[in-house]
């Protein structure tokens, strides 16, 4: 399976953007796994956002997202969503999302088939 990451831009601070992340080939071959959203700022390290199964309900979220950051799932468009709100100077990374094999207490192990990132950056 592949990954694309769009939706990225400039958005001010307070304001909101919707990520999308699209999967390409096989993706009966995730339909147990999840999908989720990471991203990495300049100078640091990478960190979970969100992610979503991508059969059943089940979400998982990032201490960055939580109250803010809702994720979804189309199924028949192959897309996962991030919807971002009350956007802040800190969210400025490239976002990226992958397929999640494992899940334990709410933390993402195991990524792989990463996607090319989109930049987002928060302008003040």
């Known amino acids: 399976v592949q990954l694309q990451a769009s939706g990225g831009g400039v958005a001010q601070a307070g304001g909101s953007l919707r990520l999308s992340c699209a999967a390409s080939?096989?993706?009966?071959?995730?339909?147990?796994?999840?999908v989720g959203w990471f991203r990495q700022a300049p100078g640091k390290e990478r960190e979970f956002v969100a992610a979503v199964r991508w059969s059943g309900i089940s979400a998982y979220y990032g201490d960055c997202a939580k109250g803010r950051f809702t994720i979804s799932r189309d199924n028949a468009l192959n897309t996962v969503y991030l919807q971002m709100t009350g956007l802040e100077r800190e969210d400025t990374a490239v976002y990226s999302c992958?397929?999640?094999?494992?899940?334990?207490?709410?933390?993402?192990?195991?990524?792989?088939?990463w996607g090319k990132g989109t930049q987002v950056t928060v302008s003040s």
């Open positions: 992958a397929v999640v094999p494992t899940i334990i207490d709410g933390r993402p192990y195991g990524m792989n088939s």
């Open positions: 080939g096989r993706t009966s071959s995730i339909s147990s796994y999840a």
